[in-house]
Protein backbone atom coordinates (compact mmCIF):
# COMPACT_ATOMS: atom_id res chain seq x y z
CA UNK A 1 0.00 0.00 0.00
CA UNK A 2 1.17 3.73 -1.01
CA UNK A 3 -0.50 5.69 1.27
CA UNK A 4 0.11 8.79 -0.07
CA UNK A 5 -0.77 8.22 -3.45
CA UNK A 6 -4.16 7.04 -1.78
CA UNK A 7 -4.31 10.11 0.61
CA UNK A 8 -4.00 11.85 -2.88
CA UNK A 9 -7.44 10.52 -4.68
CA UNK A 10 -9.11 11.01 -1.57
CA UNK A 11 -7.87 14.43 -1.38
CA UNK A 12 -9.23 14.97 -5.14
CA UNK A 13 -12.51 12.87 -4.56
CA UNK A 14 -13.48 16.06 -1.78
CA UNK A 15 -11.55 18.83 -3.59
CA UNK A 16 -13.51 21.89 -2.32
CA UNK A 17 -16.60 22.57 -5.45
CA UNK A 18 -16.30 19.11 -6.48
CA UNK A 19 -18.37 15.83 -4.93
CA UNK A 20 -19.20 12.49 -6.47
CA UNK A 21 -22.08 11.41 -8.86
CA UNK A 22 -23.16 8.01 -7.69
CA UNK A 23 -24.05 6.33 -10.44
CA UNK A 24 -23.74 2.91 -9.25
CA UNK A 25 -27.40 1.78 -9.20
CA UNK A 26 -27.36 -2.11 -9.32
CA UNK A 27 -29.66 -3.33 -12.28
CA UNK A 28 -32.81 -3.95 -9.98
CA UNK A 29 -32.45 0.00 -8.38
CA UNK A 30 -32.25 1.45 -11.87
CA UNK A 31 -34.90 -0.31 -13.36
CA UNK A 32 -36.92 0.81 -10.35
CA UNK A 33 -36.29 4.59 -11.75
CA UNK A 34 -36.66 4.00 -15.16
CA UNK A 35 -40.00 2.64 -14.35
CA UNK A 36 -40.96 6.06 -12.56
CA UNK A 37 -40.11 7.88 -16.18
CA UNK A 38 -41.30 5.12 -18.27
CA UNK A 39 -38.21 3.80 -19.76
CA UNK A 40 -37.44 0.35 -20.31
CA UNK A 41 -34.90 -0.97 -18.62
CA UNK A 42 -32.32 -2.72 -20.92
CA UNK A 43 -28.23 -2.68 -21.44
CA UNK A 44 -28.47 -0.25 -24.08
CA UNK A 45 -30.71 1.70 -22.09
CA UNK A 46 -29.02 2.01 -19.16
CA UNK A 47 -25.58 2.78 -21.03
CA UNK A 48 -27.31 5.56 -23.33
CA UNK A 49 -28.89 7.33 -20.00
CA UNK A 50 -25.17 7.18 -17.64
CA UNK A 51 -23.19 7.92 -21.19
CA UNK A 52 -25.66 10.98 -21.27
CA UNK A 53 -24.13 12.13 -17.71
CA UNK A 54 -20.69 11.15 -18.43
CA UNK A 55 -21.19 13.26 -21.58
CA UNK A 56 -22.29 16.34 -19.38
CA UNK A 57 -18.98 18.50 -19.99
CA UNK A 58 -19.66 21.57 -17.77
CA UNK A 59 -21.22 18.80 -14.72
CA UNK A 60 -17.93 16.75 -14.96
CA UNK A 61 -14.97 19.29 -15.98
CA UNK A 62 -16.25 21.62 -12.99
CA UNK A 63 -18.23 19.63 -10.71
CA UNK A 64 -17.65 16.35 -10.10
CA UNK A 65 -14.32 15.03 -8.88
CA UNK A 66 -15.22 11.44 -9.25
CA UNK A 67 -18.52 8.93 -10.31
CA UNK A 68 -19.55 6.00 -8.71
CA UNK A 69 -20.56 3.15 -11.17
CA UNK A 70 -21.91 -0.18 -11.53
CA UNK A 71 -19.72 -3.70 -12.24
CA UNK A 72 -22.50 -3.47 -15.67
CA UNK A 73 -21.06 -0.06 -16.59
CA UNK A 74 -17.35 -0.07 -15.56
CA UNK A 75 -17.31 -2.71 -18.80
CA UNK A 76 -19.48 -1.02 -20.93
CA UNK A 77 -18.71 1.09 -24.15
CA UNK A 78 -20.48 3.95 -25.04
CA UNK A 79 -22.38 3.94 -28.34
CA UNK A 80 -18.94 4.93 -30.92
CA UNK A 81 -17.31 2.37 -28.66
CA UNK A 82 -15.25 4.37 -26.26
CA UNK A 83 -15.38 2.54 -22.77
CA UNK A 84 -17.57 4.39 -20.49
CA UNK A 85 -14.40 4.65 -18.08
CA UNK A 86 -12.94 6.48 -20.31
CA UNK A 87 -15.35 9.58 -20.63
CA UNK A 88 -14.88 10.04 -16.86
CA UNK A 89 -11.28 10.08 -17.09
CA UNK A 90 -11.56 12.46 -20.04
CA UNK A 91 -13.52 15.04 -18.06
CA UNK A 92 -10.21 14.79 -15.14
CA UNK A 93 -12.96 12.89 -12.88
CA UNK A 94 -12.06 9.93 -11.19
CA UNK A 95 -13.56 6.37 -11.63
CA UNK A 96 -15.13 4.50 -8.69
CA UNK A 97 -16.35 1.43 -8.28
CA UNK A 98 -19.48 -0.54 -6.24
CA UNK A 99 -17.91 -3.61 -4.72
CA UNK A 100 -20.56 -4.68 -2.35
CA UNK A 101 -23.10 -7.52 -3.81
CA UNK A 102 -26.29 -5.81 -1.76
CA UNK A 103 -28.01 -6.88 1.46
CA UNK A 104 -29.21 -10.40 2.97
CA UNK A 105 -31.08 -10.87 6.05
CA UNK A 106 -29.09 -11.32 9.06
CA UNK A 107 -30.26 -14.66 10.82
CA UNK A 108 -31.37 -14.32 13.96
CA UNK A 109 -32.48 -10.53 13.59
CA UNK A 110 -35.24 -10.20 12.69
CA UNK A 111 -35.93 -7.44 9.89
CA UNK A 112 -32.22 -6.57 9.75
CA UNK A 113 -29.68 -7.01 7.24
CA UNK A 114 -26.36 -7.04 6.52
CA UNK A 115 -24.00 -6.84 3.37
CA UNK A 116 -22.04 -8.81 1.51
CA UNK A 117 -19.31 -9.19 -0.91
CA UNK A 118 -16.32 -9.98 1.09
CA UNK A 119 -15.27 -13.35 -0.72
CA UNK A 120 -13.39 -13.08 -3.87
CA UNK A 121 -12.87 -9.08 -3.28
CA UNK A 122 -9.04 -9.34 -3.46
CA UNK A 123 -9.56 -10.77 -6.93
CA UNK A 124 -12.26 -8.30 -8.04
CA UNK A 125 -10.62 -5.72 -6.69
CA UNK A 126 -7.25 -5.97 -8.77
CA UNK A 127 -9.44 -6.14 -12.04
CA UNK A 128 -11.08 -2.78 -11.25
CA UNK A 129 -7.70 -1.27 -10.61
CA UNK A 130 -6.32 -2.67 -13.56
CA UNK A 131 -9.76 -1.56 -15.60
CA UNK A 132 -8.69 2.39 -14.19
CA UNK A 133 -10.87 2.29 -10.61
CA UNK A 134 -8.83 4.42 -8.63
CA UNK A 135 -12.05 4.56 -5.39
CA UNK A 136 -14.47 2.11 -4.13
CA UNK A 137 -17.81 1.93 -2.45
CA UNK A 138 -19.77 -0.48 0.13
CA UNK A 139 -22.75 0.06 1.78
CA UNK A 140 -24.37 -1.04 4.70
CA UNK A 141 -27.97 -0.47 5.64
CA UNK A 142 -29.06 0.46 9.40
CA UNK A 143 -32.86 0.45 9.52
CA UNK A 144 -34.40 2.14 12.89
CA UNK A 145 -37.99 2.03 11.37
CA UNK A 146 -39.10 -0.55 14.30
CA UNK A 147 -38.87 -1.15 18.01
CA UNK A 148 -35.81 -3.09 19.19
CA UNK A 149 -33.31 -2.19 15.97
CA UNK A 150 -30.69 -1.68 15.16
CA UNK A 151 -29.33 -4.16 17.06
CA UNK A 152 -26.15 -4.41 18.47
CA UNK A 153 -25.44 -7.37 16.23
CA UNK A 154 -26.75 -5.54 13.18
CA UNK A 155 -24.07 -2.32 14.14
CA UNK A 156 -21.30 -5.00 14.85
CA UNK A 157 -21.52 -7.36 11.84
CA UNK A 158 -22.01 -4.47 9.33
CA UNK A 159 -19.00 -2.53 10.99
CA UNK A 160 -16.79 -5.37 10.62
CA UNK A 161 -17.78 -6.19 7.20
CA UNK A 162 -16.93 -2.08 5.84
CA UNK A 163 -13.63 -2.45 7.94
CA UNK A 164 -12.84 -5.56 5.97
CA UNK A 165 -13.95 -4.38 2.74
CA UNK A 166 -11.99 -0.95 3.79
CA UNK A 167 -8.48 -2.90 4.75
CA UNK A 168 -8.56 -5.24 1.00
CA UNK A 169 -8.78 -2.38 -0.89
CA UNK A 170 -6.07 -0.01 0.43
CA UNK A 171 -4.03 -3.54 0.09
CA UNK A 172 -4.98 -3.17 -3.44
CA UNK A 173 -4.46 0.29 -3.92
CA UNK A 174 -7.89 1.73 -4.01
CA UNK A 175 -9.67 4.37 -1.58
CA UNK A 176 -12.26 2.60 0.01
CA UNK A 177 -15.64 5.22 0.39
CA UNK A 178 -17.05 3.76 3.48
CA UNK A 179 -20.45 4.15 3.84
CA UNK A 180 -22.75 3.21 6.75
CA UNK A 181 -26.17 4.53 6.11
CA UNK A 182 -29.08 4.65 8.52
CA UNK A 183 -32.07 4.90 6.95
CA UNK A 184 -34.68 7.75 6.98
CA UNK A 185 -37.61 5.52 6.68
CA UNK A 186 -39.64 6.23 9.93
CA UNK A 187 -41.36 8.20 11.94
CA UNK A 188 -38.33 9.00 13.99
CA UNK A 189 -37.08 12.57 15.15
CA UNK A 190 -33.53 14.00 14.65
CA UNK A 191 -32.82 13.20 17.96
CA UNK A 192 -33.18 9.22 17.45
CA UNK A 193 -31.31 9.53 13.78
CA UNK A 194 -28.35 11.57 16.00
CA UNK A 195 -27.74 9.10 18.94
CA UNK A 196 -28.34 6.03 16.46
CA UNK A 197 -25.62 7.29 14.15
CA UNK A 198 -23.36 8.18 16.30
CA UNK A 199 -23.81 4.80 17.77
CA UNK A 200 -22.99 3.12 14.15
CA UNK A 201 -20.23 5.88 13.44
CA UNK A 202 -18.34 5.16 16.86
CA UNK A 203 -18.62 1.19 15.56
CA UNK A 204 -17.65 1.52 12.48
CA UNK A 205 -14.28 3.70 13.44
CA UNK A 206 -13.95 0.91 16.11
CA UNK A 207 -13.35 -1.48 13.36
CA UNK A 208 -11.92 0.57 11.01
CA UNK A 209 -8.24 0.61 13.74
CA UNK A 210 -8.99 -2.75 14.72
CA UNK A 211 -7.92 -4.05 10.82
CA UNK A 212 -5.52 -1.10 10.62
CA UNK A 213 -7.31 1.16 7.74
CA UNK A 214 -5.22 4.25 7.22
CA UNK A 215 -7.83 6.81 7.56
CA UNK A 216 -6.20 8.80 5.78
CA UNK A 217 -6.50 6.92 2.72
CA UNK A 218 -10.11 6.59 2.95
CA UNK A 219 -13.44 8.74 2.32
CA UNK A 220 -16.91 8.54 5.46
CA UNK A 221 -20.03 8.53 3.17
CA UNK A 222 -22.36 9.55 6.26
CA UNK A 223 -26.21 10.01 6.32
CA UNK A 224 -27.16 13.19 8.05
CA UNK A 225 -28.76 13.65 11.47
CA UNK A 226 -32.03 14.11 10.11
CA UNK A 227 -35.70 13.47 10.86
CA UNK A 228 -37.42 10.47 9.78
CA UNK A 229 -39.06 11.22 6.53
CA UNK A 230 -42.63 10.44 8.11
CA UNK A 231 -41.80 12.34 11.54
CA UNK A 232 -44.63 14.79 12.19
CA UNK A 233 -41.29 17.33 12.85
CA UNK A 234 -39.80 17.93 10.23
CA UNK A 235 -36.33 19.75 12.09
CA UNK A 236 -35.18 22.81 10.19
CA UNK A 237 -32.03 23.23 7.72
CA UNK A 238 -30.10 24.79 10.58
CA UNK A 239 -31.28 22.10 13.17
CA UNK A 240 -29.97 18.68 11.08
CA UNK A 241 -26.76 21.38 9.35
CA UNK A 242 -25.59 22.09 13.40
CA UNK A 243 -26.65 18.63 14.81
CA UNK A 244 -24.77 16.84 12.00
CA UNK A 245 -21.81 18.86 12.04
CA UNK A 246 -21.84 17.90 16.12
CA UNK A 247 -22.11 14.65 16.36
CA UNK A 248 -19.25 14.19 13.13
CA UNK A 249 -16.94 16.20 15.09
CA UNK A 250 -17.09 13.79 17.80
CA UNK A 251 -17.02 10.83 15.92
CA UNK A 252 -14.81 11.54 13.07
CA UNK A 253 -11.29 11.91 13.07
CA UNK A 254 -9.51 14.38 11.78
CA UNK A 255 -7.38 12.34 9.66
CA UNK A 256 -9.82 11.13 7.80
CA UNK A 257 -10.00 13.67 4.54
CA UNK A 258 -13.22 14.39 3.80
CA UNK A 259 -16.94 13.28 4.36
CA UNK A 260 -19.13 13.20 1.42
CA UNK A 261 -22.80 12.98 2.14
CA UNK A 262 -25.35 10.12 0.81
CA UNK A 263 -28.78 12.39 -0.28
CA UNK A 264 -30.86 9.31 1.42
CA UNK A 265 -34.35 10.73 -0.38
CA UNK A 266 -34.11 13.49 0.80
CA UNK A 267 -35.54 16.10 -2.19
CA UNK A 268 -32.89 17.37 -4.50
CA UNK A 269 -33.12 21.05 -3.02
CA UNK A 270 -32.98 19.59 1.10
CA UNK A 271 -29.82 18.01 0.17
CA UNK A 272 -27.79 21.20 -1.32
CA UNK A 273 -29.51 23.40 0.88
CA UNK A 274 -28.07 21.54 4.16
CA UNK A 275 -24.53 20.42 2.55
CA UNK A 276 -24.38 24.26 1.99
CA UNK A 277 -25.76 24.98 5.88
CA UNK A 278 -23.08 22.61 7.18
CA UNK A 279 -20.23 24.31 5.17
CA UNK A 280 -21.30 27.92 6.22
CA UNK A 281 -20.45 26.95 10.05
CA UNK A 282 -17.18 26.53 8.29
CA UNK A 283 -13.74 25.18 10.65
CA UNK A 284 -14.07 21.81 10.57
CA UNK A 285 -10.98 19.34 10.37
CA UNK A 286 -12.60 17.53 7.06
CA UNK A 287 -13.79 18.79 3.55
CA UNK A 288 -17.70 18.25 3.74
CA UNK A 289 -19.45 17.41 0.01
CA UNK A 290 -21.77 15.48 -1.50
CA UNK A 291 -21.98 11.90 -3.08
CA UNK A 292 -25.29 12.03 -4.52
CA UNK A 293 -27.26 9.41 -6.17
CA UNK A 294 -31.15 10.60 -6.55
CA UNK A 295 -30.36 14.19 -5.67
CA UNK A 296 -28.32 14.58 -8.60
CA UNK A 297 -30.01 12.20 -11.19
CA UNK A 298 -33.41 12.68 -9.95
CA UNK A 299 -33.72 15.92 -12.08
CA UNK A 300 -32.33 14.76 -15.25
CA UNK A 301 -33.87 11.53 -15.57
CA UNK A 302 -37.27 13.46 -15.54
CA UNK A 303 -35.57 15.72 -18.42
CA UNK A 304 -34.39 13.13 -20.32
CA UNK A 305 -37.28 10.48 -20.32
CA UNK A 306 -35.53 8.06 -22.15
CA UNK A 307 -35.24 10.14 -26.04
CA UNK A 308 -32.52 10.95 -27.54
CA UNK A 309 -34.16 14.28 -28.73
CA UNK A 310 -34.02 15.33 -24.46
CA UNK A 311 -30.21 14.24 -24.00
CA UNK A 312 -29.36 17.84 -24.19
CA UNK A 313 -32.44 18.76 -21.54
CA UNK A 314 -30.99 16.02 -19.16
CA UNK A 315 -27.85 17.64 -19.48
CA UNK A 316 -28.67 20.69 -18.72
CA UNK A 317 -30.29 19.50 -15.49
CA UNK A 318 -27.79 17.18 -14.40
CA UNK A 319 -25.36 20.29 -14.93
CA UNK A 320 -27.54 22.65 -13.02
CA UNK A 321 -27.97 20.29 -9.47
CA UNK A 322 -24.09 19.56 -9.59
CA UNK A 323 -23.69 23.37 -10.13
CA UNK A 324 -25.78 23.94 -6.72
CA UNK A 325 -24.05 21.07 -4.83
CA UNK A 326 -20.52 22.46 -5.99
CA UNK A 327 -21.80 26.24 -4.28
CA UNK A 328 -22.99 23.85 -1.68
CA UNK A 329 -19.50 22.17 -1.05
CA UNK A 330 -18.21 25.44 -0.36
CA UNK A 331 -20.88 27.04 1.35
CA UNK A 332 -22.05 29.83 -1.31
CA UNK A 333 -25.53 28.36 -2.51
CA UNK A 334 -28.95 30.48 -2.35
CA UNK A 335 -32.01 29.74 -2.56
CA UNK A 336 -33.09 32.24 -5.29
CA UNK A 337 -30.26 30.31 -7.51
CA UNK A 338 -32.31 27.54 -8.05
CA UNK A 339 -35.72 29.97 -8.48
CA UNK A 340 -33.26 31.82 -11.41
CA UNK A 341 -33.00 28.36 -13.33
CA UNK A 342 -36.39 27.19 -12.99
P1 LIG B 1 -28.53 8.52 -2.57
O1 LIG B 1 -27.86 9.87 -2.62
O2 LIG B 1 -29.65 8.37 -3.55
O3 LIG B 1 -28.87 8.10 -1.17
O4 LIG B 1 -27.46 7.47 -3.11
C1 LIG B 1 -26.18 7.54 -2.67
C2 LIG B 1 -25.62 6.20 -2.61
O5 LIG B 1 -24.59 5.93 -3.19
C3 LIG B 1 -26.32 5.20 -1.80
O6 LIG B 1 -25.49 4.10 -1.59
Not at 202 to 227: C, D, H, W, Y
Request: proline content about 4%.
Amino acid sequence: MNLADLNKVAQAMVVPGKGILAADESSGTITKRFDAIGVTSTEDSRRDYREMLFRSTEAMTKYISGVILYDETIWQNAKDGTPLIKLIEQAGAIPGIKVDEGTQPLPACPGERVTVGLDRLAERLKRYYERGARFAKWRAVIDINARGIPSMTAVGVNAHALGRYAALCQAAQIVPIVEPEVLMDGDHDIDRCLEVTTRVLNVTFQELRKQRVALEGMILKPNMAISGKTCAKQASVQDVAEKTVRMLKACVPAAVPGIAFLSGGQSDEEATAHLDAMNRIGNLPWKLTFSYGRALQAAPQKAWAGKAANVAAGQQAFSHRAHMNSLASKGEWKADLEKKAA
